[in-house]
């Protein structure tokens, strides 16, 4: 049951974020990067997603693939990861949930949990951050998108990296304080009612390669009202990683030929990694 848990957690932080806003509108997903003299990279947005109409979008990844040496992804999804990230959602052994956020709170956490089929022991022992992705996830029915890269690259022989580990991921969430936590949980509860019809609006924004329009409804996913999980969720969980990802990405595009598949909203804005690479040299131009 928890190893399904960190499954969720892996596939659903793109949907957690927001990025301060655009200069003006940015719409693309698949941009080529290049320098005179160098090999020819490719920055893909991803979307954290199984719905067949996100996935039609890996048809314009045949070619980049094809063509070069390594895969690099925010981490790799594999059995190691898995472990890792459901070792990082459970409280201590001597802590327990409904101690920690009160029990009317706890109960009504765990009626929806139920209802989704997990049961009252397991929710004991997750972490408050834990439960709220959890509930506030959609539930996958197959293999999303960021998985379906990474079996199409292992497949291809392709050499592939991570910018990130399951354990950097996991302390950025153990990072957010006590109450912050609730507060997230709280707003996920009240939130879940919209989650359908949320969803399908990031998911059309997705398809419509729409970037700012992802930064707008991303907020309202799961922090809507409420400005200090905004900030947080802006400063850890986008700009900070974004300029972690470009500093450990320059060393790998010098190696050859790259594929770079990275949630959407990290490409966008002033502070992402489009801008980024532009500023060290990069020609950065939009494909699909």
Excluded: C
Excluded at 48 to 74: F, T, W
Excluded at 172 to 195: G, N, T, Y
Excluded at 249 to 263: E, K, W
Aim: net charge negative; charged share 25%; proline share 5%.
């Amino acid at each position: 049951m928890v190893m399904g848990l960190a499954k969720k957690i892996l596939v659903t932080l793109v949907l957690l974020v927001m990025v301060a806003p655009l200069m003006a509108a940015q719409k693309g997903l698949l941009y080529e990067v290049s320098r005179p003299g160098e090999a020819t990279h490719y920055l893909f947005g991803t979307m954290h997603s199984d719905d067949s109409r996100v996935l039609a979008v890996l048809e314009g990844l045949k070619q980049p693939l094809a063509s070069v040496d390594q895969v690099v992804l925010e981490i790799l999804p594999d059995a190691m990861a898995m472990v890792e990230v459901s070792v990082a959602m459970l409280l201590p052994p001597e802590q327990s949930l409904s101690k920690l956020i009160g029990k009317e709170l706890f109960e009504r956490a765990a009626k929806v949990a139920a209802e989704k089929g997990l049961p009252r022991i397991a929710v004991e022992r997750m972490r408050p951050w834990a439960l709220a992705i959890t509930l506030g996830t959609p539930e996958l029915t197959g293999e999303a998108m960021d998985q379906a890269i990474y079996r199409r690259a292992l497949s291809a022989g392709k050499q592939l990296l991570a910018l990130e580990t399951p354990a950097e991921q996991m302390a950025l969430f153990d990072s957010l304080p006590d109450d912050l936590q609730v507060r997230l949980l709280k707003e996920v509860l009240e939130q879940r009612k919209h989650l359908a019809e949320q969803l399908e609006a990031l998911t059309q924004a997705y398809l419509d390669r729409d970037l700012e329009k992802l930064q707008e409804l991303s907020l309202d996913y799961e922090v809507a009202g409420d400005e200090l999980l905004a900030e947080w969720f802006r400063k850890k969980l986008i700009l900070d990683r974004n300029r972690t990802m470009y500093r450990r990405l320059l060393p790998i595009l010098d190696r050859g030929a790259t594929l770079v598949a990275v949630g959407a909203l990290h490409l966008a804005g002033k502070e992402g990694l489009v801008t980024l690479l532009r500023r060290a040299g990069y020609r950065v131009e939009p494909l699909f």
